[in-house]
């Protein structure tokens, strides 16, 4: 092993939790310096796992401590014994032990889906350790028909002779991830994959579907006061990212976001994954999906006012395009997570030749930007 390997693959690392039928273990991928007192924590969708993030970590294990745990019954932790601590609230415990383990005092979090809503109930605590948050398409209300979306493929009993067969199931579930080739969608699919006999199955516990399941729209709509709650009292800096064709984060929720509780600073994404091939080009395409991955550089229609978040992409077999895109993440997380302002002039040159051919149509949007909407204006997300 080379000696600068530690810093450049992951490290697994366990901590043990305290559930409501004894103990268990959570699995958490680190990456850069251990010794790092600034930590970034990266947290997964409802069925994913922590190397999602594995393009995002390498971009920032130069400035952070990039920590992404596997959430209890995914990846590598453990799988609960009572399928009803499959919960929010569970979740965001065992999240306060693994800082206590990192003798984190304060982190920036990055969550999508699930992972935002865990961020949102850490952040609303009193003395939360979260500096900065990141919400990847989610808040408080999320529609109940996406809910039942989830519901349908999640926990279901599948297997697979191949990881090629595997991949071919996730792509069609997955289409809102847009484009990729075969090659990116197989890398993707690998760590959602455990060997099982002479075949494969997905990594999580399919129980994590049980309380899923049992909601209902009254359950939701409790669900959804609490947590609206939570946001209200959410103090910490917060950006909140929204893909144009998202069932899960309505515009009219993102809207409300922006004007209550931390006041997110809000950014549209034109679809929910956008993300650019090795050469460079963004394909067409896209959609609603949830799980974190593929956005590269400038994803904002929106004026200076709003700074995108740390892009999450995919991993590209062109080794001299990675390191470009690797490079540009970190131009655009920066000045997320230390709260300097981006300059979108520089980083997106969408916008760019858009200002050029019309600099008026760019005003408009740039003002549309800069705050909620008056009662004449619509809102923009």
Known sequence: MSSDEPLT???LNHVQCLGGRGLHRMAYWEWGDAANSRVLV???GISRQGRDFDTLARAMRAEYRVVCPDVVGRGRSDWLLDPAGYQIAAYVADMVTLLARLAAQTVHWVGTSMGGLIGLGLASLPQSPIERLVLNDVGPTIQFEALRRIGSYIGQPLRWNTPDEAAEYLLGISAGFGPHTREQWLALTRPMLKADGDGFVLHYDPAIAVPFKAITPEIAAA???MTWGAFDAIRCPT???RGAQSDVLTRDTAQAMTQRGPK???ARIRRHWPRADTDGRR???GG?????????TGVLDAGPDAAPIVQLFDEHPDAAAEAVQLARARAFAEPLLTGRQLDTRRGCAGTRRRRRRDP???RRRAGDARGPPTSSTPATT
């Open 264 to 266: 997110a600073r809000f």
């Open 360 to 362: 008026a149509r760019h």
């Open 283 to 285: 394909p067409g395409g």
């Open 239 to 241: 950006l909140l990212l």
């Open 9 to 11: 693959k992951p490290r």
């Open 288 to 296: 609603p999906g949830v799980s974190a991955r593929a956005m590269k």
């Open 42 to 44: 990266c947290a997964h």
């Open 223 to 225: 669900g959804e006061a």
